[in-house]
């Protein structure tokens, strides 16, 4: 395996990474950024979540800034405020020992406008992004993309899920056409082939781990079979077994998040739900409480649980199957991160276990019955 000096990394990140105790490069790591931090490039990555795609993309992109030119040169969008906030969080502890300052701002609805134009008005090099806070900005002249030379387009499958497609769209329009397009991806949907198709060379350079395969290898898969009536019982039953182990329950709806949120809250069960009627202040306190784990399971539906980028998660339990194939993805990769292992239980009723088999086949996983 290589060190990150090995692979290019220059000598003034590696005491911050040190200190983030980020020791060696995952397979990611170790593929992309060689071809990142050599050349200018369009570059399509595809991994599951948790394998280490922020430093993978965020230190090439701190090579190629040019601390002395006061002007926005790389541009993240991400789907959610979690993600950004992460991801600029990252970036900027990755440049804490550097002497040259590269200047990051994130940018995310749910937060007043105004304060995040006034941010925009000082010197800022690198932007992370919601898309349609982006737009936002752009419109209102507090944000300039013509200097841009790399757009990064993380987590792309969840960002075109979340009904992203045309801000996307957008945003790229008003990049330079000079600027290269690194994209980012768990999966390959057919609205992501149209993205590359349109906005990157066809010589693109890309990575692809673990091929055929979009989810997490250290992820096991189980279902066990229930009916509607008996399920929540199965649900408690299977807490009551999961000792200290923290986890996340994935629901359809709005309405179903909040009923079994509050259906476990009277049994005892230390819960928190999160769901997208919720204010973003509610919101933020829950993720807080789940982060700081004085909550120990989250109930969230698919959207809402986008950006939920917790370590240590043992479990993560399916209320209901996800209505789309990369939905399982992107649920089950909430466990099993960085190299730890962790399960994915669906609770069934007797006519989904065709879905199951469609599942297996479809992301090449093998489900195993509790009975």
Same mark, same amino acid.
């Given at each position: 395996?290589s060190?990150f ?18 020791? @060696? ?8 950024i060689? *071809?990142?931090?050599k ?7 595809? &991994? ?7 430093a993978?993309?965020?230190?090439p *992109?701190?090579h190629?800034? $040019? ?11 991400s ?22 300052k590269?200047?990051?701002? &994130? ?37 300039n993309?013509?200097? %841009?030379?790399? %757009? ?5 499958d969840?960002?075109l899920?979340?009904?992203f497609?045309?801000?996307? $769209? ?5 990049c330079?056409?000079? @600027?290269?397009?690194w ?10 082939r149209?993205?590359i ?6 010589d693109?350079?890309?990575v692809?781990i673990?091929?055929?395969?979009a %989810?997490?290898? $250290? *992820?096991t898969?189980?279902y ?14 299977f ?22 949120c ?11 739900a999160l769901?997208?009627?919720m ?7 829950v993720? +807080? &409480?789940?982060?700081?784990?004085t ?8 959207? @809402?649980?986008?950006?939920i ?10 209320h209901?199957?996800?209505?789309k ?5 992107h +649920? @089950?990769g909430?466990?099993? +991160? ?5 399960v ?6 007797p ?9 297996q ?10 009975k």
């Amino acid at each position: 395996m290589s060190t990150f000096l090995e692979l290019g990394v220059d000598k003034k990140y590696m005491e911050a990474l040190k200190e983030l105790n980020i020791k @060696s490069p995952t397979e990611i790591q170790e593929l992309t950024i060689p *071809i990142l931090l050599k050349k200018p490039t369009d570059f399509i990555g595809l &991994a599951q979540t948790g394998t280490g795609k922020t430093a993978a993309f965020g230190l090439p *992109i701190l090579h190629h800034i $040019n601390p002395e030119l006061g002007a926005i040169q790389t541009l993240v969008l991400s789907p959610t405020r979690e993600l950004v906030q992460q991801i600029k969080k990252q970036l900027f502890r990755y440049t804490k020992y550097t002497e040259d300052k590269i200047f990051i701002e &994130a940018v995310y609805g749910g937060e007043k406008i105004d304060k995040q134009m006034s941010n925009l008005s000082r010197t800022t090099h690198v932007v992370v992004a919601t898309p349609g806070r982006l737009i936002d900005l752009i419109e209102r002249g507090s944000i300039n993309l013509k200097q %841009v030379n790399t %757009v990064v387009l993380d987590e792309a499958d969840e960002m075109l899920s979340m009904g992203f497609k045309q801000d996307i $769209n957008t945003v790229l329009r008003y990049c330079a056409k000079t @600027s290269k397009t690194w994209l980012f991806s768990a999966t390959m949907p057919e609205e992501i082939r149209g993205i590359i198709k349109k906005y990157m060379t066809s010589d693109a350079e890309r990575v692809e781990i673990t091929k055929n395969r979009a %989810v997490n290898e $250290n *992820i096991t898969h189980r279902y066990i079979k229930t009916t509607i009536k008996e399920k929540y019982n199965d649900i408690v039953g299977f807490l009551e077994g999961a000792d200290d182990a923290r986890g996340i329950i994935f629901c359809r709806t709005k309405a179903g998040t909040r009923n079994l949120c509050e259906q476990l809250l009277e049994d005892g069960f230390s819960v928190g739900a999160l769901e997208g009627d919720m204010q973003q202040k509610e919101r933020d306190k829950v993720m +807080r &409480a789940f982060k700081n784990q004085t909550i120990q399971v989250m109930i969230s539906t698919d959207v @809402s649980a986008r950006g939920i980028d917790v370590q240590n998660l043992g479990f993560v339990l399916h209320h209901q199957l996800p209505e789309k194939m990369e939905y399982y993805t992107h +649920r @089950s990769g909430r466990t099993a +991160r960085a190299g730890k292992t962790g399960v994915s239980i669906a609770f069934i009723i007797p006519n989904e276990v065709e879905k199951i088999k469609e599942i297996q086949e479809a992301l090449g996983i093998q489900f195993k019955e509790i009975k």
